[in-house]
């Protein structure tokens, strides 16, 4: 029902989905970019519901309390306490060890703002958990969600990866496109 209507209120909004999101892995981590706007939340929930995806997302802890707390959770959140100095990739890789299924969604920006280089973070949890990364845009010029087909694995080479990355969602517009990657 729940995903019968966000695919009704994407179609009404002018968005579709395309490529192919990874189902048939039982654990992957989606990474999402250009992250330029709170709206990309909104859009990337109705996404995650239309397509029964069942992903995950980490948000800042603060989201994460009474009234929104219970609803941000149900929408598959993970709180993320950033003021302190956690060691979240190595929680994270625990994660994906201890858990039978996780499709984790990140933005490789960390956040709405515009950025020189990406957090690296996603990086090294895919790589220390051994998972692959499927890259994914969120085109609003265009407003397409597209799941690119072809998974990345990250290699020994930190920075040629980081770079291929990044290029590949250079020019993306964002919902401010003023913002995005490039």
């Not at 706007?37 to 992903?55: E, R, T």
């Not at 920006?109 to 895919?126: C, D, L, P, W």
């Amino acid at each position: 029902m729940f995903s019968k209507l966000s695919a009704w209120i994407l179609k009404l909004w002018g968005w579709k989905i395309t490529g192919h999101y990874p189902a048939e892995l039982a654990k992957v981590l989606i990474a999402v970019a250009p992250h330029t706007s709170n709206w990309d939340f909104p859009v990337g929930v109705l996404v995650n519901s239309a397509g029964k995806y069942k992903a995950n997302y980490v948000g800042k802890h603060t989201i994460f309390r009474w009234p929104f707390g219970y609803l941000f959770r149900w929408l598959g959140g993970i709180p993320v306490d950033r003021s302190k100095s956690h060691n979240f990739v190595a929680a994270t890789v625990e994660a994906y060890n201890r858990e039978p299924r996780l499709h984790l969604v990140m933005a490789p920006e960390g956040t709405r703002k515009k950025v020189k280089n990406f957090k690296t973070g996603f990086y090294h949890i895919a790589r220390l958990a051994g998972v692959p990364i499927c890259l994914c845009t969120f085109n609003w010029g265009i407003k397409e969600v597209h799941f690119d087909p072809q998974l990345f694995y990250p290699g020994d080479n930190e920075e040629a990866d980081i770079t291929y990355i990044w290029n590949y969602f250079k020019g993306i517009p964002g919902a401010n496109p003023d913002q995005g990657i490039g």
